[in-house]
């Protein structure tokens, strides 16, 4: 259809509906806007390229071995822009895929990023060597040539790239060693690893070497599984890594401390020649030491030195590169004492140094957000300084954080950091004692080990060895040693230290001592499930013999309430560990000393949270100012009101001047109104339905804003909320009350709504007028319409006031009613008074009002005194016995006109000739007059509007 | 009839001044008067005293309250006074308190529009922004005294039955009965300051409607859908725009220390939103035209 209408339509329709429009707008915006958000493009920004590479390596350099790397290279590297690098080493038993989202993150922020598989696992060749100088460090060497022979990546010197090396654990431990081997690595940053990895596994907590160590036998069991045969691990366990909720490898961002995906996940190709079923992809010597400690529980000389020759305990000296450790204090396996003994090695060297603790770890995986985003952090800024170049020197503030609770929305655990500006190491700065109690207890050795008190389950996270609190000591196998309630709470930091004494008729034992936080309710805690196990040797046979031993119990970052008691537990057992096979019972009693805890000053890390508080602060003040400006702005917007009075219309109660009002659709209700209601007057605006009567009258009550012409009220212009609507009483479009209220109390609301004078309400002469009697106690709910109608009446009445507005007032009442209220509303425009009174019915209007305004079509067709409009019009209806003989007679009649009007009847305009004279020529002319009826003016106004049309002008 | 009285200062009637109509006093009455009011007022009395009785039938050996470190609000509820409090605020928080609070802010404009009584107000005149302001006020008033009511109904009655016992929670230690009611009064008041959001709406549709129930209704609906949106994870950091986001993060108060990271967080929120909701409220009806 190619005609305009349509246009012009939609013209209108949109230029009439502006709010409508800009509603779809927003609608549109949105949507397209969550659209957009929901298919943008995944963060690029950098190009990988995987490549299965061959390095050679070995003690002599000559064995070659594949490699699978992938190489994050930022999409600015080239010749002409060098990158620094990132060496990115896993975690045991994963892969290069498992640190991908942090190779991600980190070639983000600007770094060719190398990540591999390292050898023994997934699509890599070789066998596992455990970091071994001569395999897994000296393959990371060969990478680093590789790099330095790329033209993108930036050099120090030539075949010396500008290189970070970050790992987790398997990886950590091979960037100590790397960056002790070879002087090109520039910084590193290895988390939760090792410094000594035959004491990791075989610790002694009185400070015996490895080969008197207990064997840690749950980790070691599970770091064998997974170095196995790819997919051959102990059922579940890879599933238990995966479904770790802090621990997944791809939800912890940039470089997150991670212990590895855990064993077999990788994509498995069992190499050709895996020979060896017990050993799986073990380098034979790495596996016959493995077995022979697993058999024993005991460690022999060779296997320390083969698990020392990974550790990079030895070569710390040699580490030039700044370095960050980071540790976590969720970890059983490699617990905090590893990075103090890195930390305290690497700086004797005079090597930077920077120590962090977290709550994650082997037990904890990446632990609270704050924390893995502290740790994000951190490394970021160790990276770009001493790598990039970028940003001051990070300084050697020592962080840590503390488990606060539970987050309440995200259901996980909540960390609070600290800081501190020197590293304490695990010692602390201030030592606290506390004096413990307790007699000397025996205590019996289960036959190989079983039942075996339950410490942690590795891989459980923190949430359960914080939550189950009792960590199932098993009874006849355990003693305590408890304190008194704790006067004020102590915030420990380090390894608490406790001296023991023990008895033994085998004249030794492996114990276990554990501390635990008990609550005024008796639920224990053992801090991240973290044990002390000790193997006294040479025991007398009683106690009394016995002389204590200093025990340093595992580095914990805790607070211990007030209330709150510590209890040292002594054990013989313990699920993670291998004890002795043979029964046996000791006795165990404390020593002489009390319990010492470290605690640091540290001062809380201001977090985001400090930033949303000020936002908070900032919100309330915003709002309270844009209140005191909205609330300025209207006081000089409404002192600006013009309060002047009108002087033409001073004491005239309403004069309405050219009103027109036109809705939002484009109908006009009201086109042009005018009219004045003057002292006195009783007034009746005079109308067919929707004449636009009722839009006059909302417009006077300050309902509707007007499109133009003014109002005014004794000569004040009315606006919505004009204070002169106060000498307006009003009933418009029917009667509003609070249904739930009688007749008087709602008079009784209403005018307390008013806020004025009680007094000056005169309820008796409104009650007067609604005449309901003792309906008035009724609530308004059950009134009949007349009722109600009266009452609102009764209620525009309340006040007395000066302009009295009432819209079809008579609507309801029986006719005595209807009689009464005439006389009310003669009587009330007296003294000043006036009254404005809408009405479709004529008689009404002419009986009760002493002005009439006619109004149709939103114009005034007629207005003036009722008597002169009322008053006898020179047309008079004529009901004759033949009309055509009539017509002709007064045809004939001077002046005499026929109106071509009247049914049945004719309506003659007698223009001055008098109608006896008029019925005397009908008659003379032999026509029969019936009837003789003046016709009224109002009448004929108000009949030639109705006539012509009264449908179809719509509700105005 | 008396003759009517002389003209005050800008053409007003002698004692009218438009800051002194439509008291506070005076709304609050309306509002007191109505059925409405007191039901949910009574039903914010009953129902502590329901779950009392509730309690009553405990047959023991069946502790299988669901799992979840929150279930143990229910295991601890008849632990002692605070902890009964604590659990009746807990079940009525997600959806009692919003309807109560959406009706008593939903309601109170657009039933007037209905009752025909709004315009008669209007033209007493009660200034547009007074009586919004009365009527928003009232309202909060009326809210905030749901609130104290369920509170101290289940407070007093729990700690009758129950005794005045430490405040337990499995999310953090015991506290003692005083900082235990110190921490009650601070959840009250997050809960207070999220509900603002269901009164800025509720308010915001009332001005908009003549049809209370379209109000009260539409202010719950569009909360229970922001809830129901916040259980969609996929919607990722665009839940925080949610108004329910943090509408639990009270239990943060609960912990030691106290968390007040979201709590802030959901204090930015529902003050935003509320803000936002009623300044349009404000904005529209202090333009529309009143037909009803």
């Not at chain 1, 929305?409 to 506390?434: M, N, S």
């Not at chain 1, 804003?705 to 204070?723: D, K, N």
Request: proline share 7%; charged share 20%.
């Amino acid at each position: 259809m190619r005609s305009p209408l349509p246009v012009a339509r939609i013209r209108r329709a949109l230029a009439g509906r502006p709010r409508r429009l800009v509603a779809a707008v927003v609608v549109v915006v949105l949507v397209a806007a969550a659209l957009v958000w929901a298919a943008r493009p995944d963060r690029t920004g950098f190009r990988t390229e995987s490549a299965l590479v061959t390095v050679r390596s070995g003690p002599a350099g000559d064995q070659p071995v594949d490699l699978d790397t992938t190489l994050y290279l930022p999409d600015d590297a080239s010749a002409r822009h060098r990158v620094p690098a990132v060496l990115l080493a896993h975690g045991f038993g994963g892969t290069k895929e498992s640190v991908r989202s942090d190779a991600e993150d980190l070639a983000a922020r600007g770094y060719a990023v190398l990540t591999w598989t390292a050898r023994g696992f997934g699509r890599s060749g070789g066998e596992i060597h455990l970091d071994s100088p001569d395999y897994e460090v000296r393959d990371a060497e060969r990478l680093l040539d590789r790099l330095a022979a790329r033209p993108d990546i930036r050099l120090d010197a030539a075949g010396d790239p500008r290189v970070g090396v970050v790992g987790g654990s398997y990886g950590g431990g091979l960037a100590l060693l790397l960056a002790a081997q070879d002087r090109r690595v520039d910084a590193i940053v290895p988390m939760i690893t090792w410094n000594d990895l035959s004491r990791a596994f075989l610790p002694e907590s009185t400070g015996k070497g490895p080969t008197e160590g207990v064997f840690k036998k749950g980790w070691a069991g599970i770091f064998f599984g997974g170095g196995g045969n790819a997919g051959s691990g102990p059922a579940g366990l890879s599933g238990t890594a995966a479904a770790q909720p802090e621990g997944a490898p791809a939800s912890a961002g940039a470089p997150s401390p991670q212990p590895g995906a855990g064993p077999g996940t990788g994509p498995g190709r069992a190499p050709a020649g895996a020979a060896d079923p017990s050993c799986g992809r073990f380098a034979a010597d790495v596996c016959a030491a493995y077995l022979r400690i697993a058999t024993t529980g005991r460690a022999d000389g060779p296997a320390v030195d083969l698990l020392r020759r990974s550790s990079p305990a030895g070569v710390l000296d040699r580490i030039t590169a700044p370095t960050l450790l980071v540790q976590g204090e969720a970890d059983t396996l490699f617990p905090l004492t590893e990075a103090d003994a890195n930390a305290r090695g690497i700086a004797a060297a005079g090597t930077p140094v920077r120590v962090a603790w977290f709550t994650g770890g082997h037990d904890g995986g990446a632990g609270p957000t704050s924390d893995s985003d502290r740790v994000k952090f951190l490394t970021a800024q160790w990276l770009d300084h001493y790598v990039k170049g970028d940003g001051a020197a990070p300084g050697d503030s020592f962080t840590f954080s503390r488990i606060a609770g539970f987050d309440a929305l995200d259901r996980g655990l909540v960390a609070t950091g600290f800081r501190t500006a020197d590293y304490p190491g695990v010692t602390g700065q201030v030592r606290r004692e506390v004096t413990l109690a307790g007699p000397a207890q025996a205590v019996a050795n289960p036959p190989n080990g079983n039942p075996a008190a339950i410490s942690s389950v590795p891989f459980a996270g923190a949430l359960g060895s914080l939550l189950d609190g009792v960590a199932g000591d098993i009874p006849g196998q355990h003693a305590r040693f408890e304190s008194e309630p704790l006067a004020d709470p102590v915030d420990v930091v380090g390894a608490p230290t406790v001296r023991i004494r023990a008895a033994s008729a085998t004249g030794e034992a492996v114990l276990f001592v554990k501390l635990y936080d008990v609550d005024p309710q008796g639920g224990a805690t053992l801090p991240d499930g973290l044990v002390a196990p000790v193997r006294l040797t040479g025991l007398p046979r009683t106690v009394e013999e016995a002389r204590p031993v200093p025990v340093t119990l595992p580095a914990i970052v805790r607070r211990v309430e007030a209330g709150h008691r510590l209890r040292v537990v002594v054990a013989t057992s313990d699920q993670a560990y291998a004890t002795p096979a043979e029964p046996a019972v000791h006795t165990v009693a404390l020593g002489d000393g009390p319990l010492v805890l470290p605690t640091v000053d540290a001062t809380p890390i201001p977090t985001t949270a400090t930033v949303w508080r000020w936002v908070l602060a900032g919100l309330l003040a915003a709002i309270a100012v844009g209140l005191v400006v909205v609330v300025l702005v209207a006081r000089r917007r409404h002192r600006r009101q013009d309060s002047s009075i009108h002087p033409a219309y001073a004491g005239v109660p309403l004069a309405v001047r050219n009103l027109r009002k036109e809705y939002a659709d484009g109908f006009v209700a009201v086109s042009d109104v005018d009219f004045e209601v003057r002292p006195g007057q009783v007034v009746g605006l005079l109308g067919p339905n929707g004449a636009g009567k009722t839009t006059t009258l909302r417009v006077l009550m300050g309902l509707t804003q007007p499109t133009a012409g003014e109002i005014y009220v004794f000569g004040h212009r009315l606006v919505p909320g004009s204070p002169v609507l106060s000498r307006i009483g009003a009933l418009v479009e029917g009667p509003g009350f609070l249904p739930h209220l009688s007749g008087l109390e709602n008079l009784r609301a209403y005018w307390r709504a008013t806020g004025r004078p009680w007094a000056d309400a005169h309820f008796d002469e409104a009650l007067e007028i609604a005449g309901l009697g003792d309906s008035v106690h009724r609530r308004t709910k059950n009134y009949s319409h007349g009722m109600r109608q009266r009452l609102a009446i009764a209620q525009a009445m309340l006040g007395l006031p000066e302009l009295l507005v009432l819209d079809e007032p008579t609507d309801g009442l029986d006719p005595p009613q209807i009689a009464e209220m005439r006389r009310v509303l003669q009587r009330y425009a007296t003294d000043g008074r006036a009254v404005l009174v809408s009405s479709h019915l004529l008689a009404e209007v002419e009986q009760t009002c002493t002005h009439a305004v006619v109004v149709n079509k939103g114009r005034i067709v007629a207005s003036g005194p009722v008597e002169e409009i009322v008053g006898e019009s020179p047309s008079v209806l004529f009901d004759v016995s033949d009309p055509d003989a009539a017509r002709g007679v007064l045809d004939r009649l001077a002046g005499v006109r026929v109106l071509p009007d009247g049914d049945g009847g004719l309506v003659v305009d007698t223009n001055g000739t008098a109608r006896s004279e008029v019925v005397a020529e009908l008659v003379r002319a032999g026509i029969g007059v019936d009837r003789v009826v003046p016709r009224r003016r109002l009448e004929d106004a108000f009949l030639a509007l109705v006539g012509e049309n009264s449908r179809g002008s719509g509700d105005r | 009839m008396a003759q009517s009285s002389s003209v005050g200062p800008v053409g007003a009637a002698v004692g009218y001044r438009p800051s002194a109509t439509l008291p506070f006093r005076a709304e609050f009455r309306r509002q007191a008067s109505r059925r409405r009011t007191q039901l949910a007022l009574g039903f914010m009395v009953l129902l502590p005293l329901i779950i009392l009785i509730a309690f009553q039938f405990d047959s023991g050996g069946d502790d299988d309250n669901g799992r979840g470190e929150f279930a143990s609000l229910v295991d601890l509820a008849t632990s002692g006074g605070l902890n009964f409090t604590l659990f009746s605020i807990f079940v009525s928080s997600s959806f009692l308190l919003v309807v109560v609070v959406a009706l008593f802010c939903g309601d109170t404009v657009a039933s007037e529009a209905s009752w025909g009584s709004l315009r008669y107000l209007l033209a007493v005149p009660v200034p547009r922004a007074r009586l919004l302001t009365v009527k928003l006020v009232v309202a909060l008033v009326y809210s905030a005294l749901a609130l104290v009511l369920l509170a101290g109904t289940a407070l007093l009655a729990g700690t009758l039955r129950y005794g005045w016992s430490p405040l337990r929670s499995q999310v953090a230690a015991e506290l003692a009965p005083g900082e235990g009611l110190v921490r009650l009064l601070a959840v009250l008041g997050y809960l207070a300051v999220i509900l603002l959001v269901v009164a800025g709406l509720a308010f915001l549709l009332s001005v908009t409607t003549d049809a209370a129930l379209g109000a009260v209704g539409g202010a719950v609906l569009l909360w229970i859908l922001s809830s129901i949106l916040d259980q969609i994870t996929a919607l990722g950091g665009l839940r925080a725009f949610l108004p329910t986001h943090y509408s639990s993060a009270w239990l943060g108060l609960l912990s030691t220390p106290v968390q007040t990271d979201d709590v802030v967080r959901g204090a930015i929120s529902a003050i935003a939103y509320a803000t936002l909701f009623w300044g349009l409220a404000f904005w529209r009806f202090t333009r529309k035209d009143v037909t009803s």
